[in-house]
């Protein structure tokens, strides 16, 4: 089974910076390079969001709200995506989520920005 754990969530201050992780196993590197993979994040009582995509060729899209602070990447070799998120805005503490593809997700890790 396809499984996305992530890692690097926590607390931190408005203007701080955090490199989310998201590792998968239960797919081969040559699947996983293939594959679109994104981060999504959902605060309470919201709807959950789309934060940045990166495709098989490298090309990313981001939110409008994110542009210029947050970069997605991808690691094929070791089955994973990052996100790099700085100066950090209390708007975007959320559970931030990573999918592969359409079908599958991780479990998610808490984001908390404070003033």
């Known amino acids: 089974q396809v499984q996305l754990v992530e890692s690097g969530g926590g607390l931190v201050q408005a203007g701080g910076s955090l490199r989310l992780s998201c590792a998968a196993s239960g797919v081969s590197a040559i699947i996983f390079s293939s594959s679109v993979l994104g981060w999504y994040r959902q605060a309470p009582g919201k709807q959950r969001e789309l934060v940045a995509t990166i495709s098989a060729r490298g090309s990313t899209v981001y939110a409008d709200d994110v542009k210029g602070r947050f970069t997605i990447s991808r690691g094929n070799a070791k089955k994973t995506v990052y996100l790099q998120m700085n100066s950090l805005k209390p708007e975007d503490t959320a559970v931030y989520y990573c999918?592969?593809?359409?079908?599958?997700w991780g479990q998610g890790t808490q984001v908390t920005v404070s003033p």
């Open positions: 999918k592969l593809q359409s079908q599958y």
